[in-house]
C-alpha cells in the first residue's frame, strides 16, 4: 500500500493565491521529508529538505519566502506556495526519507495550475 | 556536486524485446543507485537499487549493472510488456543523502 500520502492532486487557481500542499508519511514516522519540482517533461528538481522541529533547508535557486515548508510533526509536512503566479504552475512532489538504509518513497504528487 | 546523464532520451521497443538505459554519474562518493518508473500523472516509484558493493542485482525481470570504475549504471527490462511504457529515472544519492535524478527517458512498448 501507500507509504506517502499527498494531497490535493491537483489545484487549480488564480495569480496572487497561496495554496497548501500536504504531505503525509502513513508507515512510520519521518524526520526528513522532501519536496520536488518537475516541470513537463523534465526531471524531478530538489527544492528544499523538511526537517522536523526545524527549519528547512534550501536548494540554490529556490526563494524560502516563496515556498514555506512546515514540518511540525513527524508525519506532516507542507509546502505552501505564496502569491502564486503562473510561472509556479508545476507538478510539485514529496518524498519521504525511509527508515536506516532504506530509499526515499514518493508521494502522488499535486499539480498545480495558476491562471 | 553530483551531476548524473542518463541516455537515450526515448526508447521505442517491441514487446518481448529488451530494453536498456544507461547512467553516468560524476560523483565517484556516491554510494546508492535507485531506478525510478514514473507513470503519467504519478509520483516515481522505485522499481530497483544497487548499492557501490555489489555489481548486478536482479529481481525478475528488471535487473540493474554498476560499475564503479568507469561510474556507469544501467538499468536492463527484458520481455517487455506495454505495461512497462513509463518515463523512467536513474538517480544517484550524495554524501548529504540527496537524490540528484537523471533527465529520464520516456520508453514505449508496442504491442
Known amino acids: 500500500g501507500a507509504v506517502v500520502s499527498q494531497h490535493p492532486s491537483r489545484v487549480i487557481c488564480k495569480s496572487g493565491t497561496s495554496v497548501k500542499i500536504e504531505c503525509r508519511s502513513l508507515?512510520?514516522?519521518?524526520?526528513?521529508m522532501f519536496w520536488y519540482r518537475q516541470f513537463p517533461k523534465q526531471s524531478l528538481m530538489l527544492m528544499a529538505t523538511?526537517?522536523?522541529?526545524?527549519?528547512?533547508?534550501?536548494e540554490q535557486g529556490v526563494e524560502k519566502d516563496k515556498f514555506l515548508i512546515n514540518h511540525a510533526s513527524l508525519t506532516l509536512s507542507t509546502l505552501t506556495v505564496t502569491s502564486a503566479h503562473p510561472e509556479d504552475s508545476s507538478f510539485y512532489i514529496c518524498?519521504?526519507?525511509?527508515?536506516?538504509?532504506?530509499?526515499?518513497?514518493f508521494g502522488d504528487g499535486t499539480r498545480l495550475s495558476i491562471l | 556536486g553530483e551531476n548524473v546523464e542518463q541516455h537515450p532520451s526515448t526508447l521505442s521497443v517491441q514487446e518481448g524485446d529488451s530494453a536498456v538505459i544507461k547512467c553516468t554519474y560524476s560523483?565517484?562518493?556516491?554510494?546508492?543507485f535507485p531506478w525510478y518508473k514514473q507513470e503519467l500523472g504519478k509520483g516515481p516509484q522505485l522499481i530497483i537499487d544497487?548499492?557501490?558493493?555489489?555489481g548486478e542485482k536482479k529481481d525478475q525481470r528488471i535487473a540493474v549493472t554498476l560499475n564503479k570504475t568507469a561510474k556507469h549504471f544501467s538499468l536492463h527490462i527484458t520481455e517487455t510488456q506495454p505495461e512497462d511504457s513509463a518515463v523512467y529515472f536513474c538517480?544517484?544519492?550524495?554524501?548529504?543523502?540527496?537524490?540528484?535524478f537523471g533527465t529520464g527517458t520516456r520508453l514505449q512498448v508496442f504491442p
Open positions: 518524498s519521504v526519507e525511509g527508515r536506516s538504509n532504506q530509499p526515499q518513497h
Open positions: 508507515d512510520f514516522q519521518a524526520t526528513t
Open positions: 523538511s526537517n522536523e522541529g526545524s527549519k528547512a533547508t534550501y
Open positions: 560523483d565517484s562518493a556516491s554510494n546508492y
Open positions: 544497487i548499492r557501490s558493493n555489489v
Open positions: 538517480a544517484a544519492i550524495t554524501d548529504t543523502d540527496k537524490l540528484i
